[in-house]
């Protein structure tokens, strides 16, 4: 599950989000926009990390209420036939599986 405390600092505005240990597959963007019933916007591939840090290393020296601007580059959008229900399934089961033991 997606922790807030570490949502990537390229989200899109919204209720749903990764955090920065989300990994990038395949599967997860083909399945997403159905489960959750919304397009999926992926970022390209870049150093956030550096550049996060960058971010607020010019915030800091700028004394400015806001940050800079974040610009990246175009992000891909992933869409798919929203699945109704999925979600309802997938809080039923992890309900029923909060009690096993890793």
């Known amino acids: 599950m997606a922790d807030p405390k ?3 600092p390229a989200n899109v ?3 749903f989000f990764v955090d920065t240990n989300c990994i990038n597959c395949p599967t997860c963007r083909q399945i997403a926009p ?5 397009p999926i916007h992926v970022p390209p591939p870049d150093e956030y990390v550096a550049l996060g840090a ?3 290393a010019a915030w800091a020296l ?3 209420m ?3 601007t974040w610009i990246t ?3 891909q959008l992933f869409t798919a ?3 109704p229900g999925a979600r309802t399934r997938y809080a039923k089961l992890r309900d029923a599986t909060t009690h096993w033991e890793w």
């Open 66 to 68: 806001n940050p800079p």
């Open 13 to 15: 505005p919204g209720e």
């Open 81 to 83: 036939t929203p699945t």
């Open 34 to 38: 159905a489960i959750f019933g919304m």
């Open 54 to 56: 960058a971010r607020q």
């Open 73 to 75: 580059g175009d992000s």
């Open 62 to 64: 700028s004394g400015a």
């Open 6 to 8: 570490l949502a990537h």
